[in-house]
C-alpha cells in the first residue's frame, strides 16, 4: 500500500475515537493535510509547535516566517526548525528562538481536532522549594519540587 493509503487508513481509525499516534519524515502535502495536529520538535527533542496542523503555517507567519509559493508546508517547518529560512525584514533568529518563542506563548494551541473546542491556558506552578527543605521532600536527595500542569 501506498503512504496515502495507509495515512487515509490511520484517518479512518482516528475518526472512531480511538487516538492514532505516528512519526512521519517529510510527508507530501497531500498526506500532510490529512493530520489533525502535529507536534514539531527542535534539536534536542525541544517542541517548537504542537497543535492543529491547519494553524502551524499561522503561527510561523506570526513568527516572521513566509512560505515561498508552491512549497509544501512540511518541508517548509523542516528548513525553518533547522534554520535554513530566514525571517522576512527581521534580525537573525536566535539558536533557542523557536523554543524560547514557543514557551512565551501564554496560550499553547491544544491538538483541539475532536474532543476540544477552544484554547485552554496552561499553567505550570513550582511548588514551593521550601517544603522539601521542612522534611516533606524525598530522602535520596534528589530535586522533590513538582510542576503541577492544569488543563
Not at 494553524?55 to 523542516?78: M, S
Request: proline share 4%.
Amino acid at each position: 500500500a501506498s503512504s496515502l493509503e495507509v495515512c487515509k487508513i490511520l484517518r479512518d481509525i482516528a475518526k472512531l475515537g480511538i487516538t492514532v499516534v505516528t512519526v512521519i519524515h517529510q510527508p507530501r502535502y497531500d498526506i500532510f493535510c490529512l493530520f489533525d495536529d502535529v507536534l514539531l520538535l527542535g534539536t534536542g527533542g525541544r517542541t517548537v509547535y504542537v497543535g492543529r496542523t491547519d494553524k502551524a503555517l499561522d503561527y510561523f507567519t506570526k513568527l516572521g516566517y513566509t512560505i515561498p509559493p508552491h512549497t509544501n508546508p512540511a518541508d517548509f517547518f523542516i528548513d525553518v526548525i533547522s534554520g535554513s529560512v530566514k525571517r522576512h525584514g527581521l534580525a537573525p533568529m536566535s539558536s533557542t528562538f523557536l523554543f524560547d518563542e514557543w514557551e512565551k506563548q501564554q496560550y499553547h494551541t491544544l491538538p483541539l481536532s475532536r474532543n476540544r473546542t477552544k484554547t485552554e491556558k496552561i499553567e505550570i506552578e513550582e511548588k514551593d522549594s521550601d517544603e522539601s527543605s521542612k522534611g516533606k521532600g524525598n530522602s535520596s536527595g534528589e530535586d522533590s519540587s513538582d510542576a503541577e500542569i492544569e488543563i
